[in-house]
């Protein structure tokens, strides 16, 4: 597991192996994170959307029945 650290020291010391290995893990864990809030929000708001379009369908159905009588 590398930090930022790593990466500074690294640089400094002029090895570009591990500077290559840190940075990569460093980016990695970033989008790792990102990807995981993205997949929680779309989570949330899949069964919220399929929600109000069934209370849309419901308001439209019953339109229609008083239009009716």
Do not use: C, W
């Amino acid at each position: 597991m590398y930090t930022i650290q790593d990466l500074i020291d690294a640089s400094v010391e002029e090895e570009p192996v591990k500077v290559q290995a840190a940075f990569d893990h460093l980016i990695g864990q970033k989008v790792m994170d990102a990807l995981e809030i993205r997949k929680r929000e779309i989570a949330s708001n899949m069964f919220k959307d399929q929600e109000e379009n069934t209370d849309d369908e419901d308001n439209y159905a019953e339109d229609e029945d008083t239009q009716s009588a």
